[in-house]
């Protein structure tokens, strides 16, 4: 069974960085693609961002270009979330996905999810 389990969410300042990490374990991802996603309360769970395993190609929601950048350790099979200029609307649990197919990452595409972590943002 595949597991992702996230890390580094905490309590920020706005224009603050933060780094989140996910760890995968259970199977190997060369071939498979992995992200983000975020839900804060009383919205959907959104896509962030997301990187193919072997070429790194990378994709980001519009509203995080230019701010996130998305990477991934092969060695260690951990995907990274550098988080830069944080604004408040930036808050809510950040959830690690991943999947194997190539229609757009989405929610319903996603195969495995992370428990998610906490970003708060705090002016």
């Known amino acids: 069974q595949v597991q992702l389990v996230e890390s580094g969410g905490g309590l920020v300042q706005t224009g603050g960085s933060l780094r989140l990490s996910c760890a995968a374990s259970?199977?190997?991802?060369?071939?498979?693609?992995m992200g983000w996603f975020r839900q804060a309360p009383g919205n959907e769970r959104e896509f962030v961002a997301a990187?193919?395993?072997?070429?790194?190609?990378?994709t980001y929601a519009d509203s995080v270009k230019g701010r996130f950048t998305i990477s991934r350790d092969n060695a260690k099979n951990t995907v990274y979330l550098q988080m830069n200029s944080l604004k408040l609307e930036d808050t809510a649990v950040y959830y690690c996905?991943?999947?194997?197919?190539?229609?757009?990452?989405?929610?319903?595409?996603?195969?495995?999810w992370g428990q998610g972590t906490q970003v708060t943002v705090s002016s």
């Open positions: 259970g199977r190997t991802f060369s071939r498979w693609r």
């Open positions: 990187i193919r395993w072997s070429s790194a190609t990378t």
């Open positions: 996905a991943a999947d194997s197919k190539m229609t757009p990452f989405h929610r319903d595409s996603v195969e495995y």
